[in-house]
């Protein structure tokens, strides 16, 4: 039997399991010929390959299209694909055993070697897939279970029109943006839609302008301390916010001092139950890591292979999946078993305690579902983590060992509790919680970001009186939306939705996803500061430069986007064919007038008079659609004497004043303004202690 793996550990982790000895760069006896890839051996032809001509970037030669799909071997692999090819030509009457990663882009690096070497003994070719560690008796098994490679062709078809068309984009867009704005852009199927996500969100925070409300908080004395707020009456849309002339909120005010005690007029419970969170999948472990230990996705995803290769204490991560087959409860018991003996005692018995084992049945669906199982079943551990694991690893493995014993736990139940309260005959509303069974959350890592504890509404009764500890009338402001953390974004690829709030195909792959956010911060199109991301000056010009050409803009929208990945997996071939013709139309109806450098600059703000943005000149700040022949919008740096800077500009785009500034009229007398803009033009506001 010849078997292909991809990578080196994996290898020899087969040999270690056979007791086939090394031979050179490969492993050898009589019955087995084990060698492997290093990831991808080969690669898609460049341009330059099909035409050297191509090699200079200009307009007048895209769209590039190739009839036909070409590979070449890696420079620097060349030698190991070298040997895997020796491999296959002196075993060519062996039953092959593709034994690659577990999932579609390991299928694809399977296709890739077989292609090349000239493979054709498809009808005898068997696939090795599993889901535990590779521990000697798994692979033994493995190797007797697998299934006819013809099996999983659909995977390795949708392999290769996922890798054709994230050419044919990156390529073309690449070059056409390219060319078009004077500087290297980087154009990603995928990885530039997120991008759009970030430039929205960003975009949608600088133009966001603050509204001042009122709120009246009180605090009484229950059980525990409960605090309401008072309704405002005339806001049916912000029942507890109040502007500074209501006539409400001025008598509360004048109230602040006499309101001594407060009674519940209604009281209304609503028993709710929380089951505990699936297992993890690798985006869910993603988000999670994040949250806690302030890990990259990438980083994440290296640590759990690890795990997974090296330790052997860890479930396939790659995988998309939060249940486990119907066949997987006796798997789950004896884990179950093994590591409630192996950590008592231990800093992590805390996470065992509460579980119930009577609860490993295959009658419990969020466990055991078959029909929710995605290629390989959710990640959980395999044996008590070894000692010489990394802080890391250690952290990572927690997670994981957490989550295994919370699905087994019981449900939080609560009651959602609701009141109105009558303080001085103004009346209050509040919400809180009873808790009826703490159930999992007692010891539970959630992968939620927000997830706030809510007020203990616990003991309440209706119409009895409570005493009043305070009365306070705080003055807030509303907040535009938060800006992406890794946790989030990772939560919008796995789970976009439209403006209606349905559900679309996910963005890439869990395996894929966390290198597509890497790829970004290497490219330096986004940057990390604490745990939020900022989109960078030069993502800020990549999107802007896309955003004018229709066709792109459509491309990197979110829904548009995952059109295509569920076409993709829907036909294959029409995917490529829409792909094709999205490139040749991108490249027709590019307008070289609209593509004028920014010199690289962030837009300070959305011009008062058109969709574009405005940006600093040398003297003035100028709207990107304007052009010597035809200005827009220009804000001049000095106005009547008076210095206007980047920031000014922000605050007036923002539809707010400047500060006051010290100005002189043309007849030279000096005066105090501040400056904003009405109907696109600036105007004055005098300062009324210095008119």
Known sequence: MLILTEKPSVAKAFAEALGVPRKGGFYENDEYCITNALGHLLEMYAPEDYDPELQKWVLEKLPILPEAVKFKPVKKTEEQLKIVKNCFDKRKKDVLLIATDAEREGELIGAEIL????????????????????????????????????????????????????????????????????????????????LAALYDREKSIKNFIPEIYYEVKAVLLGTCPFSVKLINPDNDEYPVRFSKESKVLKEAAAMLNKMKTGKITELLKNKKTMPPPQLYNLTALQKTAHKNFSYSPEQTLEIAQSLYEKHKCLSYPRTPSRVMGDGNVKLFQDIYEKLLSAYKGSPLENAMKAAQPELITPNNKRIFNTKELQDHHALIPLAPAPHSCSKEE??????????????IKPSYVYNSVSVKVDISGLLFTGAGIEILQPGWKTSAVTEDEDDDEQENYASLEENKEYPVKSVTAEENQTEPKKRFTYSSLLQLMENPRNEEGKRLAGLGTPATRGSILQKLADRKYITLKGKSIFISDDGVFLIENILKNKELAAFVSLPETTKWEEQLHENADAFIAGIKNFVENAVKTTDMAAYTRQNCKTSLGKCPLCPGGIYEGKVNFYCSNSSKEKPCFVIWKEICGAKVSPEDVTTMLAGKHTKVKKCKSKSDKEFHASFFINSGKIEFKFDDKKK
Do not use: C
């Open 115 to 194: 292609n090349y070497v000239g493979f054709n003994n498809y009808d005898t070719a068997k696939r090795f897939w599993v889901s535990q560690a590779l521990t000697p008796d798994v692979i033994i098994a493995g190797i007797k279970n697998a299934k006819p490679l013809a099996e999983y062709a659909e995977y390795s078809r949708q392999g290769y029109a996922r890798q054709q068309a994230d050419w044919l984009a990156g390529m073309n867009i690449t070059r056409l943006i390219s060319l078009k704005a004077n500087k290297l852009l980087h154009f990603g199927r995928v990885q530039t839609a997120v």
């Open 394 to 407: 250690e952290n990572i493995y927690s997670l994981v060992f957490s989550s295994f014993f919370t699905v």
